[in-house]
């Protein structure tokens, strides 16, 4: 199986696995779930970092490549497909990141691991949570 993981699952893998429901943190760590994060994350965690909105972010934005390892997580490079289709979804939804983690779930057809209801009300893309 594979598994997108939005932001806040990512940094709950990383920092605080207690939050994450046990079944979904059970698939997290699943030798055979692969685990993908999308780019959009890494500048999310960056941006919200700088902004002082997210505390014990430093160490994941320093990091980050060896904590996306450390999880055996891979990459989701960001593409102009990805990118337009988060542009034109007709979504009341104005989050850019949430946005381009549908629209890559919706391409890649992934289910997200997510806990924001914004996302899990979206149709065409499966979470689980």
Not at 38 to 60: M, N, Q
Not at 113 to 118: I, L, N, P
């Amino acid at each position: 199986m594979r598994l997108l993981l939005d932001t806040h699952a990512l940094l709950w893998a990383l920092l605080d696995p207690s939050r994450i429901p046990p079944a979904t943190l059970d698939a997290v760590r699943a030798p055979s779930t692969e685990l993908v994060v999308s780019a959009a994350s890494a500048w999310e965690i960056a941006t919200k970092h700088r902004l002082g909105k997210l505390d014990g972010a430093r160490a994941v934005v320093l990091g980050y490549p060896d904590h996306l390892s450390r999880l055996r997580a891979t990459e989701l490079p960001v593409t102009g497909h990805h990118a337009l289709v988060a542009g034109t979804l007709t979504w009341e939804h104005r989050d850019p990141f949430d946005r381009m983690i549908v629209a890559q779930a919706m391409i890649e057809s992934i289910p997200v691991a997510t806990g924001d209801r914004a996302l899990a009300g979206f149709p065409g893309i499966h979470v689980v949570w």
